[in-house]
T-cell receptor, first 117, second 111 residues
């Protein structure tokens, strides 16, 4: 299947700093990428939908100025958590939507575990 | 009420058992139903997906959707220790966009 590479897999940062997470589609072009957040023992929650070349669409309750999403190319989307606080500690996962021959499918990255201390 | 409800488990079974995993949902507009497997500290991996009601089988896995009851199931036959993981149901109104996930059920298959 298609591969989505997410980097870094783990990051620890100090409160108040910013962290950038990269999501790359390795063998296909992803016009749409999704960013999810997963707290322990909870569902993956969609944060935003990112379309190449346009502004991301954020879900209700997600601060767009805090979670900056850039989808500058068909193979790369980035999520920057600005001025991170301990409550932002979570597992962040990207997903890329790919058009296959008969249907579409979403492939997920490996996730990034962010710990803010 | 959550849009998608899923028992978090853990569900412990012996090797070779038939496993039944389930989700209920409240949004009748959901048309696409997926099951993902997630190993610890990894991203979800798609196992099966179905459109609308009915059954779908792939090897040891069978997915069932009952839209009248707003209930979906994943059956795993001849379960193996390597099946130990968290199984997430997900659904959407429009294909693989804006997926709504359940909390996941943790499955433990003992040798």
């Amino acid at each position: 299947g298609a591969v989505v590479s997410q980097h870094p897999s783990r990051v620890i940062c100090k409160s108040g700093t910013s962290v950038k997470i990269e999501c790359r589609s390795l063998d296909f072009q992803a016009t749409t990428m999704f960013w999810y957040r997963q707290f322990p023992k909870q569902s993956l929650m969609l944060m935003a939908t990112s379309n190449e070349g346009s502004k991301a669409t954020y879900e209700q309750g997600v601060e767009k100025d805090k979670f900056l999403i850039n989808h500058a190319s068909l193979t790369l989307s980035t999520l920057t958590v600005t001025s991170a606080h301990p409550e932002d500690s979570s597992f962040y996962i990207c997903s890329a939507r790919v058009m296959l021959e008969l249907n579409t499918e979403a492939f997920f990255g490996q996730g990034t575990r962010l710990t803010v201390v | 009420q959550k849009e998608v409800e899923q028992d978090p488990g853990p569900l412990s079974v012996p090797e070779g058992a038939i496993v039944s995993l389930n989700c209920t949902y409240s949004n009748s507009a959901f048309q696409y139903f997926m099951w993902y497997r997630q190993y610890s500290r990894k991203g979800p991996e798609l196992l099966m997906y179905t459109y609308s009601s009915g059954n779908k089988e792939d090897g040891r896995f069978t997915a069932q959707v009952d839209k009248s009851s707003k209930y979906i199931s994943l059956f795993i036959r001849d379960s193996q220790p390597s099946d130990s993981a968290t199984y997430l149901c997900a659904m959407s109104t429009t294909g693989f966009q804006k997926l709504v996930f359940g909390t996941g059920t943790r499955l433990l298959v003992s040798p």
